[in-house]
């Protein structure tokens, strides 16, 4: 069982940036692969990123590349999301998850977090 809990999220102008944490319950979480997803209004929940449990592998959806970095500290049992170069279009509710194996389908996720609220002002 791990239990996550995201903080970090806040309103920002565009062009800004912040840093989301995600802190996780449980000493199995060095062996999770974890990923950040995001709900925006109206919308679907859409994969932002994703890290593998070692940390040798990431992943990023086109729309944050080069703007978005995902990195762990699995001696923290924390996950990150730096947000640089904000956009009015990252304006969501930012969840992290939890997998057995990097993947991009929030299905394959086994266990999620309340959600952090990002608000990009324009």
């Known amino acids: 069982q791990v239990q996550l809990v995201e903080s970090g999220g806040g309103l920002v102008q565009a062009g800004g940036s912040l840093r989301l944490s995600c802190a996780a319950s449980?000493?199995?979480?060095?062996?999770?692969?974890m990923g950040w997803f995001r709900r925006a209004p109206g919308k679907e929940r859409e994969f932002v990123a994703g890290i593998s449990w070692s940390g040798s592998s990431t992943n990023y959806a086109d729309s944050v590349k080069g703007r978005f970095t995902i990195s762990r500290d699995n001696a923290k049992n924390t996950v990150y999301l730096q947000m640089n170069s904000l956009k009015p279009e990252d304006t969501a509710v930012y969840y992290c998850?939890?997998?057995?194996?990097?993947?991009?389908?929030?299905?394959?996720?086994?266990?999620w977090g309340q959600g952090t609220e990002v608000t990009v002002s324009s």
């Open positions: 449980g000493r199995t979480f060095r062996l999770y692969a």
């Open positions: 998850a939890a997998a057995t194996y990097l993947r991009l389908n929030p299905n394959e996720y086994d266990y």
